[in-house]
């Protein structure tokens, strides 16, 4: 998906401007400190590119105050696994799929899996259907069946799906010819399975999107409200989301690493009958469009990797992979923290933090629009009203940030906030996220969680 913030996301994918170089690397903190230096009253914002720099003085009326604030940052996504970018670089440099895969994924093999194993994957759910307003699929090319109906229904037939009172588990189902006419009436309960015959693909009406026709067949849950799972072959689901994660114009090793990675993430996501689906048709899991979302160029990436999967011992990797990694990758354990940053999650083998720049130091991800960017300006007041606006990071005036706390590519694993209230610590992508909730809607975003009040080289 190009662009997205992660995404992942579990899974952060691509998403669709610069900033000048600074004059020191970003290096993995070694220490904490505090944000604010109490004996002098000077107001500091600490930092990973050097030793803690004075930024404000006491003003006037002896109060101390934080100067203005710029962000500036590199990359887009949570920065664990893939960049989608720097695949595409390395593309672009002659790199083939294993060799870009090997890269991001250390110390995996490829191996195989079967081509007609079947994901299930959540299209619509809770969907509030009335008389009114039923639950609509189509049949489209050809004809389809419904299991418990002995009939063949033609092409362009609808199945309408509608409670049988407000409130009620039992629910109405009728076919309607394109002409109008009622092909057949049913009261039903639990699941209904729609089977497309042949060439047929089954058309999601209800989904409000221009992409809601899909391979494969339907299993419609019902309750109170109406879910929608697309069951379908893997292969077939890859075809419908490989083209959303990538741009088909890339180059074809750059494609056929995104498709398996992509196929190594959803059957890793395969779960046990007894659960309704898999996975999301959105960056929960992955972008999944359907047959409309289809490319020859994505298509053929598919077929060209068909079954190839990344093991890590005999166990399928969890390939997660993101949209623009700003020239570094990073250890998944220090990614995916609590709200305050602590630890939680163990080392991955295959998920380690390393450096993504060709020999002569350029990053490869860096024709992303996000390989360098920066935010707005920030007074102390109006960063202060930012942050005071979620109680993770309400401190109340502000007067000072440490950010000395990262990882190995630099990415933040957490912030601490000081304030005439006293101090928070938060996650990395807490302050990111309460930042650019909080922020003018016309500025930019903070992108990734490796910034800096300084640019980053």
């Known amino acids: 998906m190009l662009p997205s913030s992660s995404r992942g996301r579990l899974v952060d994918r691509i998403r669709p401007p610069g900033s000048p170089a600074a004059s020191a690397p970003i290096r993995p903190a070694r220490r904490r400190a505090l944000g604010l230096t109490v004996a002098t009253t000077l107001v500091l914002v600490l930092s990973v590119l050097g030793p803690a720099i004075r930024i404000a003085t006491v003003s006037a009326d002896g109060v101390p105050g934080l100067p203005d604030l710029t962000f500036y940052g590199r990359g887009y996504g949570h920065g664990v696994g893939m960049s989608q970018y720097g695949a595409r670089g390395r593309a672009l440099a002659g790199q083939l799929a294993p060799a870009i895969l090997a890269h991001y994924y250390a110390k995996t093999t490829l191996g195989t899996r079967s081509t007609s194993k079947i994901v299930r994957v959540l299209l619509l759910t809770g969907f509030p259907a009335t008389t009114a307003k039923p639950l609509a699929v189509a049949g489209r090319v050809g004809p389809f069946t419904i299991d418990g109906i002995a009939t063949t229904f033609p092409i362009d037939a609808s199945v309408r799906l509608a409670p049988t009172a407000v409130g009620a588990t039992t629910w109405t189902l009728k076919v309607v010819a394109a002409t109008g006419q009622v092909l057949a009436t049913a009261t039903v309960s639990g699941d209904v399975y729609v089977r497309p015959t042949g060439a047929t693909y089954l058309q999601l009406l209800s989904k409000a999107t221009t992409t809601n026709l899909y391979r494969g067949f339907f299993r419609i849950h019902l309750t109170k409200t109406a879910a929608v799972v697309n069951h379908v072959s893997i292969e077939r689901y890859l075809r419908g989301v490989v083209p959303l994660e990538m741009p088909s114009s890339w180059p074809v090793e750059a494609l056929k690493a995104q498709a398996i990675a992509a196929r190594s993430y959803a059957l890793r996501r395969v779960r046990a009958a007894t659960y309704l689906y898999d996975l999301y048709d959105d960056t929960r899991s992955q972008v999944y469009r359907g047959s409309r979302a289809e490319t020859t160029a994505g298509n053929a990436a598919v077929t060209a990797t068909a079954g190839v999967v990344l093991l890590s ?63 707005a300006t920030y007074s102390a007041a109006a960063l202060s009203a930012i942050l005071a606006a979620d109680p993770r990071t309400n401190v109340g005036t502000l007067s000072g940030l440490d950010l000395t706390r990262r990882g190995v590519s630099g990415r933040l694993i957490s912030v601490t906030l000081v304030g005439d209230l006293g101090s928070k610590t938060v996650s990395g992508d807490v302050f990111r996220a309460v930042f650019n909730a909080g922020k003018p809607a016309a500025d930019p975003l903070l992108r990734d969680t490796l910034f800096d009040t300084a640019p980053i080289p």
């Open 313 to 375: 011992g005999t166990s399928l990797v969890n390939a997660l992979y993101h949209s623009a990694d700003g020239g570094w990758t990073e250890n998944n354990e220090n990614v995916f923290v609590s709200s305050n940053g602590s630890i939680v999650a163990g080392a991955v083998s295959y998920l380690r933090g390393s450096s993504d720049r060709a020999p002569d130091g350029t990053s490869y991800d860096k024709a992303s629009p996000y390989a360098t960017w920066q935010t």
